[in-house]
């Protein structure tokens, strides 16, 4: 075939993108690997359960509100700075799971559509979930468990079947 009239499956074994198409067009898409498809959901259910994990740590913040103000060593420091400060982290902790679960659902789709690049950023944006979660310590038990599926997702992208699906990108 000519370069103007390859299938998307030649363009990919080549390392090159999807041929463009015009509004209107009929676009053959083929199906991506079943370990890409079960990693895609995995994706959602990380993002779901990451999100799920920082809002119910945001909704019971009290607890630990209360904790602190009781441990607090420092009379200079009230209760009102503590609670204050405590609940702006989990709000923010809460706004970054959003944050990373768009991300992780964004990348995990254009993965599923075989590019590469994407796979690359998910290993990045787990990486530093890992680092944020047990180097700094703010996680429970349901964002580890999100991050444990996050991790599986991951790995299911770069098992050898799917490898052909990830084409490298030669240089020119």
């Known amino acids: 075939m000519t370069a103007g009239n ?8 080549q390392g090159l993108p999807p041929a463009p198409s015009l509004p209107g067009d009929e676009v053959e898409r083929p199906d991506p690997p079943k370990p890409v498809q079960v990693s895609v959901w995995l994706w959602v259910a990380c993002g779901v359960l990451f999100v799920l994990g920082y809002l119910l740590l945001f909704l019971g913040r009290q607890v630990t509100i209360d904790r602190l103000v009781r441990e607090n060593p420092n009379p200079q420091i009230t209760p009102d700075r503590i609670s204050d ?11 970054g799971s959003v944050s990373f679960a768009a991300l992780y659902v964004l990348f995990a789709w254009k993965a599923r559509q075989g590019t590469r690049s994407a796979r690359t950023i998910l290993t990045v944006l787990i990486a ?37 699906y990830f084409p490298k990108v030669g240089r020119r």
Do not use: K
């Open 6 to 13: 390859e299938s998307d499956d030649e363009r990919r074994a």
């Open 128 to 164: 530093i979930t890992l680092i944020f979660q047990i180097l700094l310590g703010f996680y429970t038990t349901v964002t580890l468990i999100a991050t444990l599926l996050g991790l599986v997702a991951l790995a299911l992208m770069y098992i050898p079947s799917v490898q052909p």
């Open 85 to 95: 400060g405590l609940t702006v982290l989990f709000a923010v902790l809460l706004v």
